[in-house]
């Protein structure tokens, strides 16, 4: 059972490249989100879905985008990548909205634009 | 403000020590309180769940959550070095968890 999974692991950017970052899981959980987390800062969340073909913005959307077209995906787009999104971004699902509160994450993505 | 409040630390402890980390949080619909762990570069895991107030345990950690004060605390019995991470207190009163910034946890040898 893999859990969550997350590609890649290690990413570098030049400024306005386009990229995705890919996430998958195995559990057929509803709910499934994307954080990053940046030092001092804790995890932000970026974007969220509570099932395929719904997703909503989190805290910190801008510059991102996201799509779920099957319970098991959920892909981060970086339309036009800027330094400001050099961070570690974690995939977490959790089984439904009433227990989306206890979160699966994933070993993360480290991001780094140049 | 941020609605889960934490100290980020670090927090340096001898080995066996007690340890207590503690959160605050301001939204009084809260009802969701957990720990998370988190190694250097790897994902958090879940390490502790409490629903409302009251405490839970778990081995050499014990929870405790006091609606009254929007207090969190994570106590650790007999720390070991294998403790050393950074420790995320999260809350919701809905499915989305609101993060603290975490606390770093050192405890050496």
């Known amino acids: 059972n893999a859990g969550v999974t997350q590609t890649p692991k290690f990413q570098v950017l030049k400024t306005g490249q386009s990229m995705t970052l890919q996430c998958a899981q195995d559990m057929n959980h509803e709910y499934m989100s994307w954080y990053r987390q940046d030092p001092g800062m804790g995890l932000r969340l970026i974007h969220y879905?509570?099932?395929?073909?719904?997703?909503d913005q989190g805290e910190v959307p801008n510059g991102y985008n996201v799509s779920r077209s099957t319970t098991e995906d959920f892909p981060l787009r970086l339309l036009s990548a800027a330094p400001s999104q050099t961070s570690v971004y974690f995939c977490a699902s959790a089984a439904g909205a009433s227990g989306a509160n206890v979160l699966t994450f994933g070993a993360g993505s480290r991001l780094t634009v140049l | 403000q941020k609605e889960v409040e934490q100290d980020p630390g670090p927090l340096s402890v001898p080995e066996g020590a007690i340890v207590s980390l503690n959160c605050t949080y301001s939204n009084s619909a809260f009802q969701y309180f957990m720990w998370y762990r988190q190694y250097s570069r790897k994902g958090p895991e879940l390490l502790m769940y409490t629903y409302s107030s009251g405490n839970k345990e778990d081995g050499r950690f014990t929870a405790q959550v006091d609606k009254s004060s929007k207090y969190i605390s994570l106590f650790i019995r007999d720390s070991q070095p294998s403790d050393s991470a950074t420790y995320l207190c999260?809350?919701?009163?809905?499915?989305?968890?609101?993060f603290g910034r975490g606390t770093s946890l050192i405890v050496h040898p």
């Open positions: 999260a809350s919701g009163g809905s499915y989305i968890p609101t």
């Open positions: 879905s509570v099932g395929a073909g719904i997703t």
